[in-house]
């Protein structure tokens, strides 16, 4: 009877080789592994072929499936290696640690998504490994362990030596850890001993054990006895907990996504991993063939070269083996000429890696599944592939219910339903959704639990994500932001809602791009606006569009300057849709708008004559003027007296008559009503149009084409009237003072325009 | 940047000069294995670039910034590629590359200065023709360019602003590097490089109108990229050292103005440079200058002087500002906007930048 001590690092490819390796030659019948107790009974679908990692086992209380804990597992975790290496020899495996419950029970506040990793090693605040680093003559531990373990070649005595370092660093550092930290790790390695026992009791002859190595000293024979263990052990908190596997991501392996034991670079590792030698040359054959993915040349020369170059460099810097670092400085140097950017194209989608596992259809089925199952029944939607319609009346509360599952299931990818756009009537409260189940979508939806353990943690996890991310990679994230808001409304999001509102308001106080600030407006002050149809937090968002709404005030008029032409459509666009959304935030709101469009238009008045000369670009474009003139009359803001000033003062006072058209275009585009009820509008515009040149007249036919071909051909039919009608008032009424057979010209061509011809 | 020798009244010394103390305490105690006819290990050339400690005195830092990069350009030389420092205006490519060929081969002057008028001869050889006609085709008629030379003694040849040279100039270059070798034809023959031959190039990636490199020319080459310094202290740092440092040389009698004073000249090129306030608050527009590390030193440094010779004695705002004006808008158009902009909206709303705004203020005024 012998038990052999695998110490490991958790998730390190080359611990992961030497154990394989160790296995071997062992050949033991009884493999143990560092793992909560609670997942034994799931443990065998890691033998079935479709179990294919990265996985997780996730460990959660049945009532509470948000307090969950997970187990990530790579190709290259040694725990992987050995759960195979068992399945495939048939021999018993085990997970000795302890059980989770010990410490769920045990803890009073209600941390949501902690990952309570079993990686003490590489949590403790003060490094171990820094010792053993520092005793070799460096100073950084993890680094240390990745030279000295992970990159060498793998050999057996790998693991004597490193039994023997951790006795010494255990019996040279004291007290390492709080109290607390001290009892549960007490805890664990009287538990994985008594187990360690049993499992001798059983009479299996040779057992493996793959720990941390930090905790090797502990389990070894005779440090402590059955009796003592008993005492720590006695009465440990219960709790019924289940577990089953779920598919993984090297993102989320990675440490950059908040997971402690995680890894650096699990693309990295994975390649060091199935690399058997000369890893340095395939990995940078990889880099190059990336980039010429990304349609950047390089020559398979350069490769070699940049091998030698990371040879050269680690034998500069007096290291054994070429590592990431040189590589990474060999790639940026000879493959991307330097330039950081292809590097950073490249880097993380090699180094990090994309790939996702599956999980076997049989595995229990995950918290999130259950939910969805219970929400469909209790909704009526049934999971199958037929396909149906529903409308869904979202005053009542069961229609609410059923359009925020659908919604929330959107934003996870899963495309249960697909909402179709409502004809007739009124949007706000009304969806019609098309439901069909695929059979893919079970893969989304074991992929979901990467995010969270019920929909709702997953869906606001997803939009959180997908906001930093679009934070930390986009120059100008804002557009993003709002985009997103949209869906996360209508999911009752509120935990996204708040953070979606607060990335908002920080982008904005950050960015001086007005129409960003412009374009993200609509989708909050939806939000602020139905917020009582949909329960969610309106009056902090409606506190976010005030403040972009201060901001966009004070901007607003250089923003609309120095634009050229094909940029003041796009602004005017902006202003429209910013102007409709105002008409739902409250009369502060409103005023602030108008009074930063009275603004635009008050002051360049004085200087309008300017227009056409130099000082054009600081001033406001006319077509942008026309239209602030225009919404100010619409919405009440100024009388029709002051928008027909406003009128003269720009016809006659832009000497330029394509500016002048332009204003015209701002002012009138849109709706023909206008013109058609106000008369003195119409004289202005009518007389404007009599002093013009024939050939400025030609100039500005394009421009009162599309005027003119936006109205609804009602509109249009009235207009026309109304110029036969106007002409032959004005003919017989100041006959002496018009040219008439000049003005009968000029009518047959106002009436095609006005769509009449 | 020169540094004149008071001793010898030579305007500037050659880096292997001025710093031969230095090279000598390192081959010393430079125990690792030097590649063929190298002066110093890979090792010891990293030490004599980025400074340091050593038995017997220290060793000045010659470049502030990326270890990694210096390691990189070094190891590069090692091998048989050629080395391409490449990078904005002012980022000290010419100086490291000055080094770098110091401290490798003991010699930094085997030099070609590019230019766009530069014919193949100053790249491979020419002739003395008044040899050429009395004795005919012979070596002793041939005038060899540095990198002929450089190849004949295997030491390292530079070449200066490498994009400005017409591409098929530079395209001489490939067989150099590729062969390393130099047909002559005239002569039937052929120099072959030496081992320890190599070419440092510097180009600059800001400059219009340039010649980009030919494929083949650049796949000759390793891209190292000096870049502007990261962080403000570390800017600070190195137009304090250099500014003294040519405060001593040119017999300035004011002393440097104070570290604050540095840090609001190097903050105010940071800032225009990126286009952002160092609190990533607001954004700016970016004047057309490049506003490098070097021209800070000259605006300092001129200040200095003019302190000197027609102030008090001591370097205030007011000597500072013409040359930091004058740095700032080169088109007077576009940059005057820009430079008004930067004082409207920060240094305006900076309490204790306040002198500065009164002085820019009064000079637009003027």
Redesign the interface.
């Known amino acids: 009877m012998s038990r052999h001590l695998f110490g490991i690092r958790h998730h390190g490819p080359g611990s992961a080789r030497s154990l394989e390796k160790g296995l071997r030659e062992l050949k033991p019948d009884c493999i143990l592994i560092e793992g909560p107790a609670e997942t034994n009974e799931v443990l065998g679908f890691a033998a079935l072929p479709t179990m294919i990692p990265p996985v997780a086992l996730l460990i959660y209380p049945p009532d509470n499936p948000s307090r969950s804990v997970f187990y990530p597992f790579a190709a290259f975790s040694p725990e992987w290696i050995a759960l195979r290496h068992a399945f495939a020899n048939d021999i018993p495996v085990r997970f000795i640690d302890l059980p989770v419950a010990a410490s769920f029970a045990g803890r009073k506040t209600k941390e949501k998504r902690e990952t309570i990793d079993d990686a003490e090693l590489l949590r403790l605040r003060h490094d171990p490994l820094l010792w053993l680093a520092q005793a070799a003559g460096e100073d950084d531990g993890e680094g240390w362990w990745e030279r000295t373990i992970e990159e060498r070649p793998s050999g057996f005595g790998v693991f004597e030596g490193i039994a023997e370092a951790m006795e010494a660093v255990r019996g040279n550092t004291p007290e390492l850890t709080s109290a607390e930290e001290r009892r549960r790790e007490d805890q664990r390695e009287a538990w994985m001993r008594r187990e360690i026992r049993s499992a001798e009791r059983e009479g299996h002859e040779t057992i493996a054990i793959v720990c941390g190595a930090w905790h090797v000293p502990a389990l070894k024979p005779k440090v402590s006895s059955a009796r003592k263990d008993n005492e720590i052990l006695r009465s440990l908190p219960r709790m019924r907990l289940h577990a089953t596997w779920i598919p993984w991501s090297y993102r989320r392996l990675a440490r950059s996504s908040g997971y402690g034991a995680g890894v650096e670079y699990p693309g990295w590792y994975e390649h060091l991993w199935m690399s058997d030698h000369s890893p340095a040359a395939a990995w940078l054959t990889n880099v190059a063939a990336a980039l010429r993915r990304d349609g950047i ?1 390089v ?1 398979t ?2 490769a070699i ?1 940049a091998t ?2 990371a040879e ?2 680690a034998s ?3 290291l054994p083996l070429v590592g990431l ?1 040189e590589l990474d ?2 790639a ?3 493959l ?5 950017r292809k590097m950073t194209m490249v880097r993380e989608g090699l180094m990090i890696g994309s790939r996702i596992g599956t999980v076997p259809e049989e595995t229990p089925m995950t918290p999130i599944e259950t939910e969805l199952r219970r929400e469909a029944k209790r909704l009526r939607l049934p999971i199958d592939g037929e396909s149906r319609e529903y409308d869904l009346d979202l005053r009542t509360p069961f229609g609410l219910a059923r359009s925020r599952l659908l919604h929330r299931l959107s934003i996870l990818g899963v495309d249960w339903g697909i909402e179709r756009d409502v004809l007739g009537k009124k949007g706000t409260f009304h969806e019609v959704w098309r439901i069909a189940w695929r059979p893919e979508l079970s893969v989304r939806l074991a992929e979901a639990s990467l995010m969270g353990s019920t929909l709702i943690d997953a869906a606001t996890r997803a939009v959180i994500e997908e906001a930093e991310r679009a934070a930390s990679t986009e120059l100008s994230p804002l557009p993003v932001f709002a985009s997103l808001i949209d869906g996360v409304v209508l999911a009752d999001l509120p935990e996204a809602i708040d953070h979606l509102a607060r990335a908002i308001e920080r982008e904005a ?4 791009d007005v129409s960003e600030m412009m374009e993200a407006v609509p989708p909050l002050a939806r939000v602020a606006r139905y917020g009582d149809v949909r329960s969610s937090n309106r009056l902090a968002v409606a506190s976010v569009v005030k403040g972009l709404l201060r901001r966009i005030s004070v901007g607003l008029q250089s923003a609309c300057a120095s634009l050229d032409e094909g940029e003041a459509r796009g602004m005017m666009d902006r202003i429209d849709k910013l102007h409709d959304a105002i008409r739902l935030m409250d009369e502060d709101d409103r005023r602030e708008w108008t009074g930063a469009l009275w603004r635009m238009l008050a002051r360049p008045m004085s200087g309008i004559q300017h227009l056409s000369t130099n000082n054009r670009r600081a001033r406001a474009a006319p077509l942008l003027l026309g239209r602030a003139c225009r919404l100010l009359l619409d919405s009440d803001a100024i009388p029709s007296g002051e928008a027909q000033r406003q009128m003269e003062l720009s016809l006659a006072g832009l000497d330029n008559t394509r500016l002048a058209g332009n204003w015209l275009e701002g002012f009138l585009s849109g709706s023909g009503l206008l013109l058609l009820h106000d008369n003195a509008l119409w004289r202005i515009v009518d007389e404007w149009l009599h002093t013009l040149r024939e050939e400025e007249f030609i100039h500005l036919l394009p421009v009162l084409r599309r005027i003119f071909a936006n109205y609804t051909p009602a509109e249009r039919r009235q207009l026309a009237r109304k110029v036969e009608k106007n002409a032959s008032e004005s003919v017989t009424e100041s006959a002496g003072v018009y040219d008439v057979e000049r003005g009968d010209r000029v009518l047959g061509v106002v009436a095609l325009v006005a769509g009449r011809g | 940047m020169p540094t004149p020798d008071t001793a010898t009244g030579v305007l500037r010394q050659h880096a292997e000069q001025e710093f031969a103390h230095e090279l000598e305490l390192i081959a010393r105690i430079d125990r690792k294995q030097r590649p063929p006819n190298w002066k110093l290990s ?2 010891g050339v ?1 030490l004599y670039v980025l400074g340091g400690k050593v038995r017997g005195g220290a060793i000045t830092p010659k470049y502030f910034g990326n270890r ?1 990069l210096i ?2 350009a ?3 030389l ?2 048989d ?1 050629a080395l ?1 420092l ?1 990078g904005p205006p002012g980022t000290a490519k010419s100086w490291v590359s000055e080094h770098l060929a110091a401290a490798i081969s003991g010699d930094s002057r085997l030099l070609v200065q590019g230019t766009a008028g530069l014919g193949e001869e100053a790249l491979r050889y020419g002739w003395n023709y008044a040899r050429l006609i009395a004795e005919g085709p012979s070596m002793n008629a041939l005038v060899a360019s540095p990198i002929m030379v450089a190849m004949r003694e295997g030491r390292i040849a530079r070449v200066e602003e490498l994009t400005r040279i017409a591409s098929d100039v530079q395209d001489a270059l490939i067989t150099i590097l590729s062969e390393k070798t130099l047909p002559i034809p005239e002569l039937g023959t052929e120099a072959q490089a030496h081992r320890g031959f190599n070419v440092i190039a510097t180009a600059n990636n800001r400059d219009r109108g340039v010649n980009e490199l030919s ?1 083949a020319l ?2 000759r080459f ?4 000096l870049p502007l310094p990261p962080h403000v202290d570390e800017e600070i740092a190195i137009v304090r050292t250099r500014v003294e440092a040519l405060g001593r040389a040119l017999d300035i009698p004011t002393p440097p103005p104070a570290i604050d004073e540095i840090r609001r000249v190097v903050t105010i090129f940071r800032e225009l440079r990126s286009g952002m306030t160092e609190d ?4 700016l527009k970016s004047p057309s200058g490049t506003l490098s590390t070097a021209e800070a030193i000259s605006v300092i440094s001129g200040g200095m002087a003019l302190a000197a010779h027609f102030g008090d004695g001591e370097v205030t705002v007011g000597d500072l500002a013409s040359g930091l004006e004058g740095a700032v808008v080169r088109d007077p158009g576009p940059d005057s906007i820009a430079w008004r902009e930067y004082l409207e909206t920060v240094v305006r709303e900076r309490a204790d930048w306040d002198d500065l705004y009164r002085v820019f203020r009064e000079r637009i005024e003027e």
């Not at chain 1, 106080?509 to 001086?512: E, H, I, K, L, R």
């Not at chain 2, 390793?222 to 990229?225: D, F, G, K, L, S």
Request: aromatic share 4%; net charge positive; hydrophobic share 35%.
């Open positions: 040349e020559p020369s350069a070269d030698r170059l050269a460099l500069m810097r007096d670092r400085d060999a940026r140097s000879v991307c000429d330097g330039d950081e106080s950050a960015t001086s | 890979p090792w990293a990694r390691e990189v070094i190891a590069t090692a091998t590629r391409l490449f494929s650049r796949r390793n891209t190292v990229i990533g608050r607001r954004r």
